[in-house]
C-alpha cells in the first residue's frame, strides 16, 4: 500500500518556519491568532496556511482564538539550542 503525504506540507516551509520561531519564542506567553501573527511578522508569506499545516502535523494547538506550539515541538527546541551550545563550546 503506498503512502499518502500531507499536500502542501513543504510548499510554505519559510512561512512554516516564522510562524514556528515566534510562537516558540513567546512561548509560554497567551496564543496568538493568525492576525496577530501576520502582523509581527508583516510578511507577505501565506501565514493562514502555515498555521494550518503547523497545527496538521502537530507542532502547535489551538484554534480561530490562537495557537500556540505544542509541548514536542518545544521540547524539540531546547534540544536543538542545547545541542548549539554544547557545538559552540567544544568548538571553543
Do not use: C, K
Not at 499536500?7 to 496568538?32: I, K, W, Y
Not at 509581527?40 to 502535523?57: M, N, P, Q, Y
Not at 500556540?68 to 539550542?81: D, G, K, N
Amino acid at each position: 500500500m503506498q503512502e499518502q503525504p500531507i499536500t502542501g506540507e513543504l510548499e510554505n516551509a519559510e512561512a512554516q518556519r516564522a510562524v514556528l520561531n515566534l510562537t516558540l519564542a513567546r512561548f509560554p506567553m497567551p496564543d496568538l491568532s493568525t492576525e496577530a501573527i501576520e502582523a509581527r511578522l508583516d510578511r507577505d508569506d501565506d501565514v493562514e496556511g502555515a498555521v494550518r499545516t503547523l497545527l496538521t502535523v502537530g507542532l502547535l494547538e489551538g484554534n480561530d482564538a490562537g495557537v500556540r506550539p505544542t509541548y514536542p515541538a518545544v521540547h524539540f527546541e531546547m534540544l536543538e539550542m542545547q545541542w548549539a551550545i554544547q557545538s559552540r563550546i567544544r568548538r571553543g
